[in-house]
């Protein structure tokens, strides 16, 4: 990244030397993330400045391609991403927007899915991995029934990119967001890949940038970076499963063996390999976290309600899982090891003790 933001910062647009050179190294990003996600071209690939980004591009292009068609197919369990366009499109659009749920394993209802498929339907959003459980949803499966409706299929791929195997040309999936800093790119960037021939419509206007699909001077340093992840997380794919699961199900196993009244959430049978989501009887997640954090170590809550002031993960309201259970998220990845695991093992057990024996949730005082 480094030349492109000082003696190489040319704009690709340009074209003398420093900015054919930019064009170059952008050509040769593209090409890196298609390789990745098995893209069939890479002009299919379109720079954007993160996943946020490509979400809220794809879902509205869809439903201006398609005036016709007034409804959304997205699911309960969306990054807000997704979940606040669409709650905004509601609102102000009068777009009818259908949440499929999930049951108590974050497991897709494919059923309430078969039932909301319509002719009225724009577009479909569906997360291939849903970014606090780490549930694998089946998209491929999805896009296809989507197709047999005439509805456009989106999906938010930037927990998956990167740790599952993709190959976007042999599937029915017409977009596709992705985002540098979840598979260790550089952050504010991301891409969103749309299939050749989908009708799609630009959400910022200006200047050709993009084959006039996302106006605006590119930026060369970020992409380059993306480009170099993708090519790293493509060489590095099979770790996720030889050295990332190994540890996230140590960690797992460690943590059920040593406290009681703990439970893994997400779907046992297809879930991300670096995901690690735990509930905690009687306690909140944040406070879990915010001991984790005195120890150096670095976790994400799922939940917490006993404050009043933070809300509760809308993930594991729709799994239904009781209020007075906190959760905590580990992420692995190729850069974790065992003594990161056996780090939390050491601490986890004490925190957990302590904040019960001190908990209202544990004597039945909850409000929430
Ligand atoms: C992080 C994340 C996003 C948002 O990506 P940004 O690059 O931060 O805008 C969207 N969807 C999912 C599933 C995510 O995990």
């Not at 794809?58 to 709650?87: F, K, N």
């Not at 780490?134 to 299929?153: C, D, R």
Request: charged share 25%.
């Amino acid at each position: 990244m480094l030349p492109f933001s000082t003696d190489q910062s040319g704009n690709a647009s340009s074209t003398h030397d420093i900015g054919i050179a930019a064009g170059v190294a952008m050509k040769a990003a593209r090409r890196q993330l298609q390789a990745l996600i098995g893209a069939n071209f890479d002009h299919e690939i379109i720079f954007t400045s993160g996943g946020t980004k490509s979400d809220n591009t794809a879902i509205l292009s869809g439903l201006e391609v398609m005036p016709e068609r007034t409804e959304i197919v997205t699911s309960a369990v969306e990054h807000p991403a997704v979940l606040t366009l669409c709650t905004h499109l509601e609102k102000t659009r009068g777009v009818k927007v259908h949440r499929i749920p999930v049951d108590h394993h974050g497991r897709f209802d494919l059923r309430a899915y078969g039932k909301a498929l319509t002719h009225r339907v724009a577009i479909v959003s569906i997360m291939w991995a849903d970014n606090e459980t780490g549930t694998i949803f089946p998209v491929a499966e999805l896009a296809e029934m989507a197709k047999k409706v005439g509805a456009l299929f989106h999906t938010d791929a930037v927990q998956a990119v990167g740790k599952l195997p993709m190959d976007l040309k042999l599937t029915a999936i017409d977009m596709l967001s992705l985002s540098g800093h979840k598979l260790h790119g550089p952050k504010g960037i991301g891409a969103l890949y749309v299939k050749r021939g989908v009708p799609f419509s630009s959400l910022i206007m200006g200047g050709h940038q993009e084959r006039d699909r996302r106006a605006g001077t590119e930026n060369t340093p970020g992409i380059v970076g993306l480009g170099k992840a993708a090519e790293l997380a493509l060489e590095c794919m099979d770790e996720g499963n030889t050295r990332v699961k190994p540890l996230r199900d140590r960690l797992e196993k460690g943590i059920l063996e040593r406290i009681p009244k703990t439970f893994v959430t997400g779907d046992p049978l297809a879930r991300l390999p670096n995901t690690a989501n735990v509930a905690f009887d009687s306690i909140d997640g944040q406070a879990i976290q915010f001991l984790l954090n005195r120890y150096g170590i670095a976790c994400s809550s799922g939940s917490a309600c006993t404050s009043g002031t933070l809300e509760r993960s809308h993930v594991l309201e729709a799994m239904s899982i009781p209020r007075a259970r906190g959760a905590v998220r580990f992420s692995f990845s190729r850069y974790s090891s065992e003594e990161d695991v056996d780090r939390v093992l050491e601490v986890l057990p004490g925190i957990v003790e302590k904040l019960r024996d001190s908990s209202p949730l544990s004597s039945g005082q909850a409000k929430c």
